[in-house]
């Protein structure tokens, strides 16, 4: 408990440093949240075989098309262990899309894909998930989610310095409100890495 209000009161103390994000936008953002995770192995129509990391996050405004979606990130770190014991470090970045239906629901679901290929049955050891906004040139982080460990972002990148040599992408899809069949998802989209 005592980390939670640590982080909360770093978060809001560092929303308000840097300067741009109004009171009533700070208000607004503590109601984003990483509403859940699931890992899981998955075979495309080709049989190539992926471990999967699902982030579903969540926006619990009134208007969420208020904010501007286009500078909200996911910056992911993960760690793949595959059947002799070796670790590798995944990472990656990317930014929400910009064009969101006007009845979006405020729920959003992150899928970064992790390929196989030639390594045997690799799972997820570690991640640490952080989602946020820019604010001009700056990061800053709503809701982070870490695995296990408090410090699994600096373990995982202490620990794993080999690179995953897989086909790594992230993809991504939110619900909106259709007239016609009631709350939908959206159509599935490759989401591009920043830097």
Same mark, same amino acid.
């Given at each position: 408990?005592?980390?939670?209000?640590?982080?909360?009161?770093?978060?809001?103390?560092?929303?308000?440093?840097?300067?741009?994000?109004?009171?009533?936008?700070?208000?607004?953002?503590?109601?984003?949240?990483?509403?859940?995770?699931?890992? *899981?192995?998955?075979?495309?129509?080709?049989? #190539?075989? =992926?471990? +999967? %990391?699902?982030?579903?996050?969540?926006?619990? $405004?009134?208007?969420?098309?208020?904010?501007?979606?286009?500078?909200?990130?996911?910056?992911?770190?993960?760690?793949?262990?595959?059947?002799?014991?070796?670790?590798?470090?995944?990472?990656?970045?990317?930014?929400?899309?910009? *064009?969101?239906?006007?009845?979006?629901?405020? #729920?959003? =679901?992150? +899928? %970064?894909?992790?390929?196989?290929?030639?390594? $045997?049955?690799?799972?997820?050891?570690?991640?640490?998930?952080?989602?946020?906004?820019?604010?001009?040139?700056?990061?800053?982080?709503?809701?982070?989610?870490?695995?296990?460990?408090?410090?699994?972002?600096?373990?995982?990148?202490?620990?794993?310095?080999?690179?995953?040599?897989?086909?790594?992408?992230?993809?991504?899809?939110?619900?909106?409100?259709?007239?016609?069949?009631?709350?939908?998802?959206?159509?599935?989209?490759?989401?591009?890495?920043?830097?």
């Amino acid at each position: 408990m005592k980390y939670y209000i640590l982080l909360a009161v770093f978060f809001t103390s560092h929303l308000l440093a840097v300067g741009e994000l109004s009171k009533d936008n700070l208000k607004r953002l503590r109601d984003v949240e990483i509403a859940g995770i699931r890992t *899981d192995t998955w075979k495309n129509k080709d049989r #190539e075989k =992926y471990e +999967t %990391l699902e982030i579903n996050t969540f926006q619990s $405004e009134d208007d969420p098309l208020n904010y501007d979606m286009s500078r909200f990130r996911m910056r992911l770190v993960v760690e793949l262990t595959d059947k002799q014991k070796k670790t590798y470090l995944v990472q990656f970045a990317g930014k929400a899309p910009e *064009d969101y239906d006007s009845e979006y629901q405020g #729920e959003d =679901y992150w +899928t %970064l894909y992790m390929a196989h290929g030639d390594l $045997e049955r690799l799972s997820v050891s570690g991640h640490a998930i952080q989602y946020g906004i820019m604010d001009d040139e700056t990061f800053v982080p709503l809701a982070e989610e870490m695995d296990h460990y408090d410090d699994v972002l600096d373990r995982v990148r202490a620990r794993t310095t080999r690179l995953f040599p897989g086909k790594i992408y992230l993809r991504h899809y939110y619900m909106y409100d259709d007239s016609n069949d009631g709350v939908t998802e959206s159509v599935p989209s490759n989401i591009r890495a920043i830097k």
